[in-house]
């Protein structure tokens, strides 16, 4: 009895996934159109391939910047270091982005990223100077103990600043379409992600106001639904993930992360 229903459920299961992931009749040559020139079927992802999306971003980027001086070579360690931390954190509406890239197959596409925005937010933005403190012993040496004494030269990190902040990011990216059944609900869903680079800026508007700025490699990832509203044209909705590592030679903890709900019209 176990054997019969295991091999009722493994029927099923496979039935399932048949029904979700094969191709219909609907996509045979007898149900091909002419689209932009082009003898394909209808509604399906395959030759030229572009996207655009406009929505809302939620930003939040950190960086901490060391700069050591005073090195001591008989204690192994610094006697100073500036200091510079800037925190961002904002909002903005539209975000913009744009795909332009090639779909094989009404299976994947693959493109070229670019997008853009302009965040409105607060800013920390604090540059100090510390030096290093030490203990002398008896015998006049001189034992550094690893804490730190703070001149503050700008900022306040108690207090955030109105800032306005900007973005863009250019890679190159995938988009999978993994149910091909056009009769199926689930037709439309894709999952993405893309890889590159992003440059970012934040600049306080009061007066004397901080500044940030970096560059940073970039992984992306989304996820999201499209339905068609003609041959080759469909539209959509997805969320995105953006996360950046941000790097240069004195760099600390230093990231960007971007959460990204978008509206999107593809076509092709």
């Known amino acids: 009895m176990n054997k019969a229903l295991s091999s009722t459920i493994l029927t099923m299961v496979l039935a399932f996934v048949s029904s979700v992931f094969a191709q219909t009749p609907d996509s045979t040559v007898s149900q091909q159109k002419l ?51 800037s925190e961002f954190s904002g909002f903005t509406f539209p975000y913009m982005e744009f795909k332009f890239g090639n779909a094989v197959g009404n299976f994947i596409a693959f493109y070229t990223v670019f997008n853009f925005a302009i965040f409105s937010g607060s800013l920390d933005d604090v540059e100090s100077e510390e030096t290093q403190l030490y203990d002398v012993t008896a ?91 003609n041959d080759n044209l469909s539209i959509g909705v997805g969320f995105s993930f953006y996360n950046t590592n941000l790097y240069f030679e004195s760099a600390e903890d230093s990231w960007d992360r971007v959460f990204a709900l978008s509206f999107r019209m593809t076509r092709g």
């Open 139 to 229: 015998d006049g040496s001189v034992h550094y103990t690893g804490k730190w004494k703070t001149n503050l030269i700008h900022g306040d990190r108690s207090k955030d600043e109105d800032a306005l902040g900007l973005r863009t990011y250019v890679g190159f990216g995938t988009t999978i379409y993994p149910f091909m059944n056009k009769n199926s609900a689930m037709n439309g869903f894709f999952v993405g992600g893309s890889a590159g680079y992003s440059a970012l800026a934040a600049l306080g508007i009061e007066e004397d106001g901080g500044e940030a700025t970096s560059l940073g490699f970039t992984f992306q990832v989304e996820i999201g639904k499209e339905w068609w509203v």
């Open 35 to 85: 689209i932009n020139g082009e003898r394909r079927p209808a509604k399906e992802h395959r030759g030229f391939y572009n996207s655009m999306s406009a929505g809302f971003a939620y930003e939040h980027f950190q960086i901490k910047e060391y700069s050591y001086y005073g090195y001591q070579k008989s204690y192994n360690s610094y006697s100073g270091r500036d200091y510079d931390w």
